[in-house]
Structure formats: structure tokens, C-alpha cells
């Protein structure tokens, strides 16, 4: 229940009005850092990428200006104008690429992972609530990356489907840098384990 206490009152009380009448069995706040790092090559890569469409797009713009704003002439005066937007997109991308570590940390300061008896619940609080809730039943298997502090990684997985290429692809749910990783593994597996015994028509 840590996750829970430490969040601010007027989250806490949005997030208990929607869990309202489901106990919560388990909840945990994902670490920043952790997913920090988790996208890190992300950065990595990005960061030749960003660098590669700002050469581009600087030395397309030094063309644009070299021409002259309204001198077209030509094929050569018309690209003038066609490379600094065609260079727009790719520098976005690599923002994009660059900044994605830190906004994931930033998300992950805003989320919490719960576990109720009816679903595993992933609340992004802001100025909006986001709730994301899948049900226990639907994960056939539990894989837990552990660290030494007890947290760690751990994805469930959801099935399969096939992508438009026909080519299959597994579905999963992942949860990095979550506290407390073994509590949360042994709790799941117990209300699952009591769910199957008990059947589709009792209540857990």
C-alpha cells in the first residue's frame, strides 16, 4: 500500500473513488529512474539522429536564404524551398527520440500500479485521470526481473494476435521499475490461483 500513501491527497482521493469497493491487494509507484534507463537507448540512438537532421535542416535553410526569399528560379530555386520542410519531420523525430527518457520518468512520477481482487489497474494521475485495467484471468504467464533492492521488471502476458503482415506477435504488459516485485508476483498468482479453484461463477 505504499504506492498509495505517498501520493498527493487529491490524487489518493480520485484513485480511491475509482477503486471504490475493490480491495486493494497490492499498489506500487514505478521508479523514475528505472525507466529512465530502461529507455536509454532510445537517447542513444536518438541523439546522432537529432544531430544529423539539424545539420541537414541548418544547411538546407543556409540554401533557402542564400537564394533568396521569392527568387525562384529553376529546379535548383524550387528545392530551396522543398528541403527545409522536408527536413522539419526528421528533426521532430529525433526531439522526439531524445526526450523520451526523461518524459517517460516524468510519467512515471504521475503513475501507480495496483492490484485489486478484479484487475491489475495502471493510473496516470494528472490533470486528467487514465486508467488502465486488464483482467487477471487474461495473463497466462508472469515473468519477474528482480534487482537486489527488491524491485525490478515484471511483464505479464496477454496472448498473441497476428500484425498486418500476418506475422505473429506476442502482447504484454510491462511494468518497469516496480517496488516490492516478489509481493506483487506472489499476490497475483494467489488471486489467480484461488480464482481457477474456485471457478468463473464464485466470487473470488
Known sequence: MSGMQSLPRYALQRLTRELAGEPILWAGRPSARAVFWKAAPILLFGIPWLAFSLAWELTALGVFFNTGIGKVEGPGGIMAYV???????????GIGLVGAPLWGARKAMRTVHVLTDRRLVTAVLGKTLSIKSIDPQRVYDVTRVEKSDGSGTITFALGSYRDSD????????IWPGTPDIRELELKFRQLTSNARRMGPDQPA
Open 83 to 93: 528541403f527545409p520542410i522536408f527536413g522539419i519531420p526528421f528533426v521532430a523525430i
Open 166 to 173: 500476418g506475422d505473429w506477435v506476442e502482447k504484454s504488459e
